[in-house]
């Protein structure tokens, strides 16, 4: 797992917002430091030098979530999954 960043709040339609020290990659899975999972990286905003990325929760909005910090899995991509015209 790789450190993704820190939480700075919840948006108005109920995804986390999450200030990021790399870059990850929509669809990357996002854990906390007990390593449950949290959700979904769905968006990837901002500057970047300083991005941020929208977390779709996986059930319900968990408590106390602002300013901890959380973690991201990358995903595998093979070859297998490519598209052929």
Do not use: H, W
């Not at 870059?23 to 970047?48: A, E």
């Not at 929760?57 to 899995?73: D, Q, T």
């Amino acid at each position: 797992m790789d450190f993704l960043g820190t939480v700075e709040g919840v948006s108005s339609e109920g995804r986390i917002i999450v200030r990021c020290e790399q870059v990850p990659d929509i669809g990357d899975i996002v854990f906390d430091q007990n390593q449950k999972r949290v959700g979904t990286v769905k968006r990837v905003f901002g500057p970047v030098n300083e991005p941020y990325a929208s977390v779709s929760p996986a059930e319900g909005l968990p408590k106390g979530i602002s300013g901890k910090k959380l973690y991201c899995n990358r995903r595998v991509k093979d070859g297998k999954t490519k598209r052929r015209n």
